[in-house]
């Protein structure tokens, strides 16, 4: 048997089981099986020797039993990094890349060395990834980023400006060490993971950036939620409270003291969440308030600033 064809039987497998993206997923699975990349399984179409399709149907087994195909595989790619991930961490999504693309762009833009007021394209950032080359140079930047997991927000941020300092923060000690993998993993060195809840563990301390992808869905609605997500993946990376903001309240509550004037907030959001996320942002203080659709149209990242010193008067 040759490797599509084992790619054509593992898709309708797949398929018959009602597993969403059936074809996607029975790629990871035989390329990564395989040992091969997409390109050269297209255009070469190797044999698949018996001990490939074992390998394969062990794989295929495990997704039909509901774990997510990222942790059969083990990891993820994210804005070019290479983002390891197994159960215990919350799985990176691509709505999360668009609020990385877009504090990269605002931060980018005022803090470039090179040219500090001229807005950089947020393709930069994969760019950046691909070449191994940063997209700004400003020594004295310190970011955060709050429920941090996989460090995939973290290490993007990191990458993208490798003269700043990088804080991530989380409870879990699971996430975190998948968080400090990654790091080691895509050599990324100008970053510090600590355990804690939110600003506990850089509670002295200042920050140009914040950024967060909490937890944000409903106590009530988990349960509904598909299987791969409610039997695989941390609960606590899920679970956002009764009415899905509590981690909202919180990180809201004490941005202010932690941004330094001028300084950026970017939260991820629910789908039905902007408005009223909105609503404590400016109640917090926070000004030039805005929320970013993503491309099905739904508000999902909520940017905010703390005054300038100018503006205190």
């Given at each position: 048997m040759q490797?599509?064809e084992?790619?054509?039987k593992?898709?309708e497998?797949l398929?018959?089981a009602?597993?969403?993206?059936?074809?996607?997923?029975?790629?990871m699975?035989?390329?990564?099986a395989?040992d091969?990349?997409?390109l050269n399984?297209?255009?070469?179409n190797?044999?698949?020797?018996?001990s490939?399709i074992?390998?394969a149907?062990?794989?295929?087994?495990r997704r039909?039993?509901?774990e997510?195909?990222?942790?059969i595989?083990?990891?993820i790619?994210f804005?070019g990094l290479?983002?390891?991930?197994?159960?215990g961490?919350?799985?990176?999504r691509?709505e999360?890349?668009?609020?990385?693309?877009e504090a990269v762009?605002?931060?980018g833009?005022l803090?470039?060395?090179?040219?500090p007021?001229r807005?950089?394209?947020p393709?930069?950032i994969?760019q950046c990834?691909d070449?191994?080359?940063?997209?700004?140079?400003?020594?004295?930047?310190?970011?955060?980023?709050?429920?941090?997991?996989?460090?995939?927000?973290a290490?993007?941020?990191?990458k993208?400006f490798?003269?700043?300092?990088?804080?991530g923060?989380d409870?879990?000690k699971d996430?975190?060490r998948?968080?400090?993998?990654n790091s080691?993993?895509n050599d990324?060195?100008n970053?510090k993971f600590?355990q804690?809840s939110l600003f506990e563990?850089?509670?002295n301390r200042?920050?140009?950036l914040?950024?967060?992808?909490?937890?944000?869905i409903r106590k009530d609605e988990i349960?509904?939620l598909?299987?791969?997500?409610?039997?695989?993946?941390?609960l606590?990376?899920?679970d956002?409270g009764e009415?899905?903001l509590?981690?909202?309240?919180a990180?809201l509550?004490?941005?202010?003291s932690?941004l330094?004037p001028?300084?950026?907030?970017?939260?991820e959001?629910g789908?039905?969440?902007a408005?009223e996320v909105r609503q404590m942002a400016?109640?917090s203080?926070?000004r030039?308030?805005?929320i970013?659709?993503?491309?099905?149209?739904i508000?999902?990242?909520?940017?905010?600033k703390?005054?300038?010193?100018?503006?205190?008067?």
């Amino acid at each position: 048997m040759q490797l599509l064809e084992l790619l054509r039987k593992t898709s309708e497998q797949l398929e018959k089981a009602s597993i969403d993206d059936a074809l996607a997923d029975a790629e990871m699975l035989v390329f990564h099986a395989a040992d091969t990349d997409r390109l050269n399984a297209y255009m070469n179409n190797p044999e698949a020797p018996p001990s490939l399709i074992s390998k394969a149907k062990r794989l295929v087994k495990r997704r039909l039993e509901g774990e997510p195909v990222q942790y059969i595989i083990g990891h993820i790619e994210f804005l070019g990094l290479k983002i390891h991930v197994g159960k215990g961490v919350l799985i990176p999504r691509p709505e999360t890349e668009l609020l990385v693309e877009e504090a990269v762009r605002e931060i980018g833009s005022l803090y470039s060395s090179s040219s500090p007021r001229r807005t950089r394209s947020p393709q930069r950032i994969r760019q950046c990834a691909d070449r191994g080359g940063p997209i700004a140079h400003h020594s004295s930047l310190t970011l955060l980023d709050l429920c941090t997991g996989s460090g995939c927000i973290a290490l993007s941020l990191a990458k993208a400006f490798p003269e700043s300092i990088v804080y991530g923060t989380d409870l879990s000690k699971d996430a975190l060490r998948y968080a400090r993998k990654n790091s080691k993993a895509n050599d990324i060195n100008n970053i510090k993971f600590l355990q804690g809840s939110l600003f506990e563990p850089v509670r002295n301390r200042k920050f140009d950036l914040i950024t967060a992808n909490p937890p944000y869905i409903r106590k009530d609605e988990i349960e509904t939620l598909q299987r791969e997500i409610r039997d695989w993946e941390p609960l606590t990376a899920l679970d956002g409270g009764e009415d899905g903001l509590d981690f909202y309240r919180a990180i809201l509550s004490e941005a202010g003291s932690h941004l330094n004037p001028g300084g950026w907030i970017f939260l991820e959001l629910g789908y039905d969440q902007a408005e009223e996320v909105r609503q404590m942002a400016e109640i917090s203080g926070l000004r030039n308030i805005q929320i970013i659709n993503d491309f099905a149209g739904i508000g999902r990242v909520l940017k905010g600033k703390r005054k300038d010193r100018s503006q205190d008067n």
